[in-house]
């Protein structure tokens, strides 16, 4: 496992962020980092993501890579900005190549045993569970993770302040994303305060960590 996704493991907890607006990328990873979360995956669902992560990716105290990555010309332009991982929503080989080529850590998704599969083909060892919560939630996971001991999974999408300790509870979830930690309306206004109360009061939901 490379540095990147052990950082990730040892946090635990990913904030999944939707950003209109690259100006305030910086004061957003200001608040991740106060609140205890020095990490970030911006998704590429708006025109801002790259400019967003080219804002905050030469700073040495914050982790941040590129989420809603669906083709390997966004993991180019990901990389290209800075991001230090990629996120996917679902399994596409072409994004997982131009991952591998780059030397950069891929967390593509997954729903299904037959995805699970084509994942431990691939070589890969750690898989985003998304959408988590709609699968089943922690009793899908349980289901399917068993033929699959080579598999660790990120739950994505469903996942809450309510839930997420349960989620991380359990032995095969290496990490969770999850996008209450930034509501958008308060990134929109700029209530940094209030992200970095939300971001402090998530960390402190993170369990002692497995072995």
């Known amino acids: ?11 635990a907890l990913v904030p999944v962020i939707k950003i209109d607006d690259a100006a305030r990328a910086t004061q957003l990873a200001d608040a991740l980092v106060a ?11 708006t025109a801002a993501a790259a400019d967003a992560i080219r804002a905050v990716a030469k700073r040495g105290d914050l982790l941040v890579g590129a989420g809603t990555v669906v083709t390997p010309e966004q ?4 990389v290209d900005a800075g991001a230090r991982f990629v996120v996917s929503p ?3 080989e072409g994004v997982v190549r131009r991952c591998n080529d780059l030397s950069i850590p891929v967390i593509p998704g997954v729903a299904t045993p037959t995805e ?9 060892e750690i898989v ?16 399917v993770a068993a033929p699959f001991p080579g598999l660790r999974f990120m739950p994505t999408g469903g996942v809450s302040a309510s839930n997420v300790r349960e989620w991380l509870t359990h032995p095969r979830v290496f990490a969770c994303g999850g996008s209450w930690m930034v509501p958008p309306d308060a990134l929109a206004d700029g209530d940094f305060e209030r992200i ?3 971001v402090r009061q998530a960390a ?4 002692p960590r497995h072995a």
């Open 1 to 11: 496992m490379d540095s990147v996704t052990e950082r990730i493991g040892e946090l």
């Open 35 to 45: 609140g205890g979360l020095p990490c970030a995956e911006i998704t590429f669902r």
């Open 75 to 78: 993991v180019t332009e990901a």
């Open 90 to 92: 679902g399994l596409d």
């Open 116 to 124: 699970m599969i084509r994942a431990v083909q691939l070589g890969l």
């Open 128 to 143: 985003k569970l998304f959408p988590a919560g709609a699968l089943g939630g922690i009793s899908y996971l349980k289901a």
């Open 196 to 198: 970095e109360a939300l």
């Open 204 to 207: 402190a939901l993170v369990p």
